[in-house]
């Protein structure tokens, strides 16, 4: 149990969040604010611009949601709210919403969504799980591994687990799990008592401008651990060594994990094999206690980094002070969160898989992970590249880390919070693959993508729809495509026969 006393606990809600009003409540990190405040006796209102499948399991939980947003908004409560809760990307991309406008005439205070995580952590053991890749994985598999261990926690993902369909639930005990995200620094509200970072690799740089700027957010985050605290780094990567080096000369306590790591250390990934769709690792780690151990370790999903990513949850749950045994069970029966190498169907043998990987790294490691999976067949991507300034800025890397497949499609630019740049499409990227001729292709128009796709995919193939936009919802459209096109249509045999 934490600091506080039995009859203490659960905490109560920071009087700032009784009620509060969400502007883009149907976000993933908001939703999951939103869920944890209603649990906890909290009110709730919210607006966000479209309709999603997140609202109507807030408003079943009680929230009053408004689609639209307006300064009547405000009022759904019947009072006042305590506090807006917004989000750096609603006061880019709509500094005139008129719900912050109204707000600020009424003196509402507008704290950052990461402002409430972080109150509603106040007196929980936390584990914060951040980097530039692997972050949301590792925090599910965490997650799942406590609770398989008969505890209760507390969590915020930025995403949804298979199992519950849902990335936040507020539990009974008094740990807490949370995804912190590094990409505004808005991670610099938390004080963990366990932080695991991935890796430090250069990204979101139209936020933090340069390398050494977004560098240095991940040695402030590591400096707000609580006194006791650990850091948990990545011993293969070298960003993440160079910070864990840095903690240690400071006087932090560190464990390191990975092939590079030593058991004494922390955790060693001793081996990896394929087996099928998931994996098994061989383990060496030392417990809290000084005591060594040889463990193997079922990994639900395939590749290696989604081994090292287990390892390091591993790490976590040790300490946290759970039992090995539990943590391994945990693990193995992960099965996945959404958008996290995604199974979406099969047709004819061939396998649709989506996965949320939008920096080269990321996108490198989802495909040496499919290849795994390709028997016969090949390995088709098809990318959608995410903001403009990334795709400027790493359009080469992008190139090398697709290579990796076999077959190439690359969407446009999902632009998001960003407007267009000149000269910044997603063929900056198709050009910068490395493939031979006839086997990266580049479509403009996302309504032609699934056609094009199906026109590109051959029975037995391993397919996976890749990017941070709405390129998840080609996984589905490319299954109806093929179960047309490989229904006996003349035309489609023709063209499935004739591509790459």
Same mark, same amino acid.
């Not at 869920?35 to 408003?59: C, E, F, N, T, Y």
């Given at each position: 149990?934490?600091?506080?006393?039995? #009859?203490?606990? !659960?905490?109560?809600?920071?009087?700032?969040?009784?009620?509060? &009003?969400?502007?883009?409540?149907?976000?993933? $990190?908001?939703?999951?604010?939103?869920? @944890?405040?209603?649990?906890?006796?909290?009110?709730?209102?919210?607006?966000?611009?479209?309709?999603? =499948? =997140?609202?109507?399991?807030?408003?079943?939980?009680?929230?009053?949601?408004? @689609?639209?947003? #307006?300064?009547? &908004?405000?009022?759904?409560?019947?009072?006042?709210?305590?506090?807006? @809760?917004?989000?750096?990307?609603?006061?880019?991309?709509?500094?005139?919403?008129?719900?912050?406008?109204?707000?600020?005439?009424?003196?509402?205070?507008?704290? &950052?969504?990461?402002?409430?995580?972080?109150?509603?952590?106040?007196?929980?053991?936390?584990?914060?799980?951040?980097?530039?890749?692997?972050?949301?994985?590792?925090?599910?598999?965490?997650?799942?591994?406590?609770?398989?261990?008969?505890?209760? !926690?507390?969590?915020?993902?930025?995403?949804?687990?298979?199992?519950?369909?849902?990335?936040?639930?507020?539990?009974?005990?008094?740990?807490?799990?949370?995804?912190?995200?590094?990409?505004?620094?808005?991670?610099?509200?938390?004080?963990?008592?366990?932080?695991?970072?991935?890796?430090?690799?250069?990204?979101?740089?139209?936020?933090?401008?340069?390398? %050494?700027?977004?560098?240095?957010?991940?040695?402030?985050?590591?400096?707000?651990?609580?006194?006791?605290?650990?850091?948990?780094?990545?011993?293969?990567?070298?960003?993440?060594?160079?910070?864990?080096?840095?903690?240690?000369?400071?006087?932090?306590?560190?464990?390191?994990?990975?092939?590079?790591?030593?058991?004494?250390?922390?955790?060693?990934?001793?081996?990896?094999?394929?087996?099928?769709?998931?994996?098994?690792?061989?383990?060496?780690?030392?417990?809290?206690? $000084?005591?060594?151990?040889?463990?193997?370790?079922?990994?639900?999903?395939?590749?290696?980094?989604?081994?090292?990513?287990?390892?390091? =949850?591993?790490?976590?749950?040790?300490?946290?002070?759970?039992?090995?045994?539990?943590?391994?069970?945990?693990?193995?029966?992960?099965?996945?969160?959404?958008?996290?190498?995604?199974?979406?169907?099969?047709?004819?043998?061939?396998?649709?898989?989506?996965?949320?990987?939008?920096? +080269?790294?990321?996108?490198?490691?989802? *495909?040496?992970?499919?290849?795994?999976?390709?028997?016969?067949?090949?390995?088709?991507?098809?990318?959608?590249?995410?903001?403009?300034?990334?795709?400027?800025?790493?359009?080469?890397?992008?190139?090398? #880390?697709?290579?990796?497949?076999?077959?190439?499609?690359?969407?446009?630019?999902?632009?998001?919070?960003? %407007? +267009? *740049?000149?000269?910044?499409?997603?063929?900056?990227?198709?050009?910068?693959?490395?493939?031979?001729?006839?086997?990266?292709?580049?479509?403009?128009?996302?309504?032609?993508?699934?056609?094009?796709?199906?026109?590109?995919?051959?029975?037995?193939?391993?397919?996976?729809?890749?990017?941070? $936009?709405?390129?998840?919802?080609?996984?589905?459209?490319?299954?109806?495509?093929? %179960?047309?096109?490989?229904?006996?249509?003349?035309?489609?045999?023709?063209?499935?026969?004739?591509?790459?």
């Amino acid at each position: 149990m934490s600091a506080l006393t039995a #009859a203490a606990w !659960p905490p109560a809600l920071p009087p700032q969040l009784a009620r509060t &009003h969400l502007i883009g409540i149907g976000g993933a $990190g908001m939703s999951g604010v939103a869920r @944890i405040v209603l649990a906890r006796g909290g009110a709730v209102s919210g607006s966000d611009a479209k309709d999603s =499948a =997140a609202l109507p399991a807030l408003r079943a939980l009680g929230a009053k949601v408004a @689609i639209g947003h #307006a300064a009547a &908004h405000l009022d759904q409560l019947g009072a006042d709210p305590t506090a807006i @809760i917004s989000t750096k990307a609603v006061h880019q991309t709509d500094p005139d919403n008129p719900e912050l406008i109204e707000g600020a005439r009424r003196g509402i205070p507008v704290i &950052h969504r990461s402002q409430a995580l972080a109150a509603l952590m106040t007196g929980y053991r936390v584990a914060c799980v951040t980097g530039t890749a692997g972050k949301t994985s590792t925090t599910s598999m965490l997650t799942v591994a406590v609770q398989c261990c008969g505890a209760d !926690p507390s969590f915020l993902i930025g995403g949804e687990l298979a199992t519950t369909g849902s990335g936040a639930h507020q539990g009974s005990g008094d740990i807490f799990v949370a995804e912190a995200d590094e990409s505004d620094g808005t991670f610099l509200a938390y004080s963990p008592d366990v932080a695991v970072v991935t890796n430090v690799e250069a990204d979101h740089l139209d936020h933090h401008g340069t390398v %050494e700027a977004y560098t240095a957010t991940f040695d402030a985050f590591v400096a707000r651990l609580r006194p006791g605290g650990v850091l948990i780094a990545n011993a293969d990567d070298p960003g993440s060594v160079a910070l864990a080096d840095r903690a240690a000369a400071g006087g932090l306590r560190v464990r390191r994990y990975g092939a590079l790591a030593t058991a004494a250390a922390g955790a060693q990934l001793l081996a990896y094999t394929p087996d099928g769709d998931h994996g098994v690792a061989t383990v060496a780690v030392t417990d809290p206690a $000084g005591a060594a151990h040889r463990v193997q370790l079922k990994v639900a999903l395939p590749g290696e980094h989604m081994a090292s990513n287990a390892v390091a =949850a591993l790490l976590a749950g040790l300490e946290l002070g759970l039992p090995l045994p539990g943590l391994l069970a945990g693990l193995a029966g992960f099965d996945g969160v959404r958008r996290r190498f995604e199974f979406k169907g099969q047709v004819a043998g061939t396998r649709i898989y989506d996965d949320y990987a939008h920096h +080269p790294t990321k996108v490198a490691a989802a *495909l040496r992970g499919a290849r795994q999976l390709v028997g016969q067949g090949r390995l088709v991507v098809a990318f959608q590249p995410h903001l403009y300034s990334r795709t400027r800025d790493f359009a080469a890397d992008f190139g090398v #880390a697709l290579a990796l497949a076999d077959v190439v499609l690359v969407l446009d630019v999902y632009g998001a919070r960003e %407007e +267009p *740049l000149p000269g910044v499409t997603g063929a900056l990227i198709a050009r910068a693959v490395p493939l031979p001729a006839g086997c990266v292709h580049y479509e403009p128009c996302w309504a032609d993508a699934p056609a094009r796709l199906a026109e590109l995919t051959r029975p037995g193939d391993v397919v996976i729809t890749m990017g941070a $936009g709405d390129i998840t919802a080609l996984g589905p459209l490319l299954l109806g495509e093929l %179960e047309r096109c490989w229904s006996g249509a003349a035309s489609c045999t023709a063209r499935t026969a004739g591509s790459p």
